[in-house]
């Protein structure tokens, strides 16, 4: 019995031992401690004993049991929910069964014998069939050989079982194993049929956690590199949520949506790609901003507070002559002139003009017989002064004409004299003289008949035409 508080003495101590390492839920390694009780009494024997399974539950007047720590087990789990299960029990017998006697019961009692046995047991685990973290329901089958005081005998067991996990490494025990002895003493024999019951505690442990962080290698995705439980043991270096692995700037906070990089202005374009990681900008500049809006970018843009083209680096192209033709395609930008005409002015009247400027000569009115203006022509003159200053690069002849009265050369000085007439007006008006050249033709190229009044009045008049 010293050899055997010993052993128990040693087990418990390693049990001790073995609290402080455990770890997960799938350790491999169980220890159990607990208390054991025997029932000679329900195993289809005649009296004392009784028939099997008959008054299972009498703890009082069948079980054996002794008040101390009397179990000690060690398991290791093997796989698919297999485990196997070492176990050593100590026990004292002094009640075999009930005897009978007229009616009268009375225990069946025995010699205070000293019981030990050692038991292999292979169990199943519902646990994962019933999809539960702490129920864990069992049945196992295995041998095992027992001592009561000095007869030993082999035993072939049976058991179903239950345990509780209060966590991941502690839980409650309660066991109950049928030991079939082929020599039951009933029979003659040395051994004993009996039921061994225990409760108790277990702790499992004994997984490997190379990198430390908590999580056991087995279900550590990155079992050589400190990390965190939600990413199943892989790091998080720079904390922003996302894992290295997944993580395209690992060592720098950033935001899912990046893939873990960072966008410090906030403008939406990661700061990998940000030309200007610091101000809010526009995708289309690369992350930079455009104050006037002219799709130059502020950095590159000569007046960023002022819309203007790229090719002129981001300023406004000028129109020196003001004339609404820029200066890039003014090809007279220092004058004045028509957007039609590229910016430069008026160099020939269109025949349409020209038209119009015929129209007013030909109702200037004369004196009759000389060469000076009535005043009721001023507004024609004036009408034609304000076409020939829109063509100041263009030169006109004016060309005057007579009727037929009178003498041919006398016609002639007078149409020369109403020419000259008309271009000192436009001359007094701000028309160019260098622009202007008068010419007389006397009665000739009539447009109409002389033989009437009208045809007369038509025939004296004034005609311009451009000098090519």
Same mark, same amino acid.
């Given at each position: 019995?010293?050899?055997?508080?010993?052993?128990?003495?040693?087990?418990?101590?390693?049990?001790?031992?073995?609290?402080?390492?455990?770890?997960?839920?799938?350790n491999?390694?169980?220890?159990?401690?607990?208390?054991?009780?025997?029932?000679?009494y329900?195993?289809?024997?005649?009296s004392?004993?009784?028939?099997?399974?008959?008054?299972?539950?009498?703890?009082?007047?069948?079980?054996?049991?002794?008040?101390?720590p009397?179990?000690?087990?060690?398991?290791?789990?093997?796989?698919?929910?297999?485990?196997?299960?070492?176990?050593?029990?100590?026990?004292?017998?002094?009640?075999?069964?009930?005897?009978?006697?007229?009616?009268?019961?009375?225990?069946?009692?025995?010699?205070?014998?000293?019981?030990f046995?050692?038991?292999?047991?292979?169990?199943?685990?519902?646990?994962?069939?019933?999809?539960?973290?702490?129920?864990?329901?069992?049945?196992?089958?295995?041998?095992?050989?027992?001592?009561?005081?000095?007869?030993?005998?082999g035993?072939?067991?049976?058991s179903?079982?239950?345990?509780?996990?209060?966590?991941?490494?502690?839980?409650?025990?309660?066991?109950?194993?049928?030991?079939?002895?082929?020599?039951?003493?009933?029979?003659?024999?040395?051994?004993?049929?009996?039921?061994?019951?225990?409760?108790?505690?277990?702790?499992r442990?004994?997984?490997?956690?190379?990198?430390?962080?908590?999580?056991?290698?087995?279900?550590?995705a990155?079992?050589?590199?400190?990390?965190?439980?939600?990413?199943?043991?892989?790091?998080?270096?720079?904390?922003?949520?996302?894992?290295?692995?997944?993580?395209?700037?690992?060592?720098?906070?950033? $935001? *899912?949506?990046?893939?873990? +990089? =960072?966008? &410090?202005?906030?403008? !939406?374009?990661? %700061? #990998?790609?940000?030309? @200007? /990681?610091?101000?809010p900008? $526009? *995708?289309?500049?690369?992350? +930079? =901003?455009? &104050?006037?809006?002219? !799709?130059?970018? %502020? #950095?590159?843009?000569? @007046? /960023?507070?002022?819309?203007?083209?790229?090719?002129?680096?981001? +300023? =406004?192209?000028?129109?020196?002559? !003001?004339?609404?033709?820029?200066d890039?395609?003014?090809?007279?930008?220092?004058?004045?002139?028509?957007?039609?005409?590229?910016?430069?002015?008026?160099?020939?009247?269109?025949?349409?003009?020209?038209?119009?400027?015929?129209?007013?000569?030909?109702?200037?009115?004369?004196?009759?017989?000389?060469?000076?203006?009535k005043?009721?022509?001023?507004?024609t003159?004036?009408?034609m002064?304000?076409?020939?200053?829109?063509?100041?690069?263009?030169?006109?002849?004016?060309?005057?004409?007579?009727?037929?009265?009178?003498?041919?050369?006398?016609?002639?000085?007078?149409?020369?004299?109403?020419?000259?007439?008309v271009?000192?007006?436009?001359?007094?008006?701000?028309?160019?003289?260098?622009?202007?050249?008068?010419?007389?033709?006397?009665?000739?190229?009539?447009?109409?008949?002389?033989?009437?009044?009208?045809?007369?009045?038509?025939?004296?008049?004034?005609?311009?035409?451009?000098?090519?």
């Amino acid at each position: 019995m010293k050899n055997l508080s010993r052993l128990f003495f040693a087990m418990t101590l390693l049990l001790a031992v073995s609290i402080s390492y455990g770890q997960d839920k799938n350790n491999p390694w169980a220890f159990g401690l607990g208390v054991n009780a025997v029932d000679l009494y329900p195993v289809g024997e005649d009296s004392p004993r009784g028939a099997y399974f008959d008054e299972y539950f009498n703890a009082n007047d069948h079980w054996n049991i002794l008040p101390a720590p009397s179990v000690v087990s060690v398991s290791r789990y093997i796989s698919d929910g297999f485990t196997f299960t070492a176990q050593g029990s100590l026990n004292r017998i002094n009640k075999i069964g009930t005897n009978d006697f007229m009616g009268v019961t009375s225990p069946a009692t025995a010699p205070n014998l000293t019981y030990f046995a050692v038991d292999g047991l292979v169990s199943y685990s519902f646990m994962n069939i019933i999809n539960s973290q702490k129920l864990d329901p069992f049945i196992g089958i295995g041998g095992g050989y027992t001592w009561v005081d000095d007869i030993g005998f082999g035993t072939l067991n049976g058991s179903l079982g239950l345990k509780y996990w209060l966590n991941d490494n502690f839980g409650l025990t309660a066991q109950s194993t049928y030991k079939h002895a082929f020599d039951d003493f009933a029979d003659g024999g040395d051994g004993a049929k009996h039921f061994q019951h225990s409760v108790g505690f277990a702790v499992r442990f004994g997984g490997t956690d190379t990198d430390g962080d908590g999580i056991y290698d087995q279900d550590d995705a990155c079992p050589d590199v400190a990390g965190l439980e939600a990413f199943n043991g892989c790091p998080d270096s720079d904390n922003d949520g996302i894992e290295d692995s997944k993580d395209d700037c690992p060592n720098e906070a950033g $935001l *899912a949506e990046f893939n873990g +990089c =960072p966008d &410090a202005d906030g403008d !939406g374009i990661k %700061d #990998g790609d940000d030309k @200007c /990681p610091t101000t809010p900008g $526009l *995708a289309s500049l690369a992350g +930079c =901003p455009d &104050a006037d809006g002219d !799709g130059v970018a %502020d #950095g590159d843009d000569n @007046c /960023p507070n002022e819309a203007g083209p790229s090719a002129n680096n981001g +300023c =406004p192209w000028p129109d020196t002559d !003001g004339d609404g033709v820029l200066d890039k395609d003014d090809q007279c930008p220092n004058e004045a002139g028509e957007v039609a005409n590229n910016g430069c002015p008026k160099v020939e009247p269109t025949p349409e003009v020209m038209k119009q400027l015929n129209d007013y000569a030909r109702t200037i009115l004369f004196n009759t017989g000389k060469s000076s203006l009535k005043k009721a022509s001023d507004v024609t003159l004036n009408a034609m002064v304000a076409i020939l200053k829109e063509y100041p690069k263009a030169k006109f002849e004016l060309d005057g004409y007579t009727d037929s009265v009178g003498s041919a050369k006398s016609n002639q000085l007078l149409s020369e004299r109403r020419a000259n007439a008309v271009r000192d007006y436009l001359i007094a008006n701000g028309i160019g003289e260098d622009r202007l050249v008068a010419k007389g033709f006397g009665e000739e190229n009539p447009i109409d008949t002389n033989k009437t009044r009208a045809g007369r009045a038509n025939n004296r008049r004034v005609e311009v035409k451009v000098i090519k």
